[in-house]
């Protein structure tokens, strides 16, 4: 690791781990994670690191010697909870008042969390932005050794760290970072002013790590950054998913999010033509309007929008398209939602991740003016949620009788021997089966659709 005046991660990762073994007892880390599942991964390096500083990993904080929150940014209500659990800590630390407790990730790079933080929670030992996760080792050597409280916030823009393995949780599926930051400024977004520039991996590292991953069993390799299709790491990414197909082994792979600025027909072509890659794309349209995507500064409109969805379909004529919807944007009008419910009609989801605007301190939106009430955002959320219901519905018929490929993942909740997966288009499909086809590839001949699901059974 070269980022700041040498310092060497692994020094202090020794440091601390001869530390932590002197102890009479084990050392426990509760690690928690909120938001994105680049932040997961994140989760996943910190796990990590607490393993190789000697600690073992618990899920109960309570009995835990070291508490982090890697913390998300993108809404106030994750930051509302992020809080919520803080606070829960103090009575933690009340208790055992050895207990460390460490905040982090893109809620945490935030100046003004920070401040608050120090102010109103003084109880938090270690505060570090998503810049400085290689420097957690040495500050928890201080915690530890000088009992200083401290706050690293520094912006590095450094690269990439290559040297932390993430300590991976959900076998048989993998996600794999293949870039970091952003650089569109979607006027609402507060990701580029916490996460900052992108940065993309080498390919060849990427390719060792999926193909090193295929040879451990993993099944599911899903491939992630805040704008995948800018990925620049030599090769482009069409490229880079053509080479990760053309590693051998029986696996899908998925990727996420995809900005239709900069969405391609080689894109397009490539997650059709290459055999692994799972036949859905998630492509956040945000809005129906342009003029909302203007302010939005989406630099793209509904009609070069739908040329992507157009080809693709003139290809495969049910091709799985995904979205995300931001509500609510400072004032969207009648006329912007309905422009929005007319694009979701044309379209047709399979899946709709959907939000309603939350306003981000330093972001442009955070200053323009808003005239819609909550009370019409939240009946405007209603008024779409029933339509895509209906979507889902209506268009999930069409799997009625077919076959898919499903990577079976986790027991159902509801029904016993009843289990749930993925198939290759992106549908949750449940099925009855026994618990050994886990992690497993089968394939399901659906005989009945929900609005948010399909069921089937399992055939040869
Ligand atoms: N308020 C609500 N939703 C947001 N998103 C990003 N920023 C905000 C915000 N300020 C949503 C967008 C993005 C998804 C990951 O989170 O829809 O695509
Ligand atoms: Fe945020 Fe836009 Fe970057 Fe996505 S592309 S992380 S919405 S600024």
């Known amino acids: 690791m070269n980022n700041t005046n040498n310092y060497d991660m692994n020094e202090y990762i020794g440091k601390v781990r001869e530390l932590v073994l002197s102890m009479q007892k084990p050392l426990k880390a509760h690690i928690k994670s909120y938001g994105c599942q680049l932040n997961f991964c994140d989760g996943d ?10 600690f073992e990993l618990c899920e109960d904080e309570l009995q835990s010697d070291l508490i982090v929150f890697n913390t998300c940014a993108v809404r106030e209500n994750a930051e509302d909870r992020a809080f919520g659990n803080i606070g829960f800590a103090k009575h933690i630390k009340e208790k055992n008042p050895n207990t460390v407790i460490a905040l982090c990730g893109c809620m945490a790079q935030q100046e003004h969390i920070a401040e608050k933080i120090k ?3 003084p109880f938090v030992d270690i505060v570090f932005g998503t810049s400085a996760q290689s420097h957690f080792p040495e500050l928890l050597y201080n ?3 000088f009992g200083r409280n401290l706050c690293d916030i520094t912006e590095y823009n450094d690269g990439i760290n290559e040297e932390i393995n993430p300590l991976r949780q959900g076998f048989p599926k993998a996600s794999v970072p293949i870039m970091y930051g952003c650089n569109n400024f979607c006027t609402y977004c507060v990701v580029p002013y916490v996460r900052g520039r992108e940065r993309s991996r080498n390919y060849e590292n990427i390719l060792s790590e999926v193909k090193q991953l295929i040879k451990d069993g993993y099944k599911e390799i899903m491939l992630l950054g805040q704008n995948v299709n800018s990925y620049d790491g030599d ?8 080479r990760i197909n053309d590693i051998d082994g029986d696996f899908v792979v998925r990727f996420m999010s995809s900005h239709p600025k900069d969405a391609s027909k080689d894109l397009i072509d490539t997650v059709i033509d290459c055999e692994k890659m799972a036949k859905q794309i998630h492509l956040p349209v945000q809005s129906g309007s342009n003029a909302v995507l203007e302010r939005m500064n989406r630099r793209y409109t509904v009609e070069k929008y739908l040329e992507i969805i157009d080809y693709a379909r003139s290809r495969v004529p049910d091709f799985s398209f995904s979205s995300d919807i931001l509500l609510g944007f ?3 009008s009648r006329e912007d939602f309905e422009a929005t419910l007319a694009l979701m009609e044309r379209v047709k989801y399979d899946n709709l991740y959907t939000f309603i605007y939350s306003k981000r301190e330093r972001t442009k939106a955070a200053l323009m003016p808003d005239c819609v009430t909550e009370k019409e955002k939240s009946e405007r959320m209603g008024e779409l949620l029933a339509l895509q219901r209906k979507i889902t519905t209506e268009s999930y018929k069409r799997f009625m009788g077919k076959t898919l490929r499903v990577l079976a993942d986790s027991e159902s909740k509801t029904a016993e021997n ?3 997966g993925k198939s290759y288009e992106g549908i949750i499909v449940e099925f009855p089966g026994d618990k050994s086809l886990l992690g497993q590839f089968v394939n399901v001949k659906i005989n009945n659709t929900k609005n948010w699901a399909v069921e089937g059974v399992v055939v040869e």
């Open 119 to 121: 102010k109103s929670y």
């Open 143 to 145: 915690k530890l050794v």
């Open 418 to 420: 009843w289990l749930l």
């Open 235 to 242: 090769i482009t990414f069409p490229e880079l998913l053509r």
């Open 45 to 54: 390096k910190l796990k990590r690191l607490a393993s190789e500083m000697g």
């Open 330 to 332: 400072p004032d969207e």
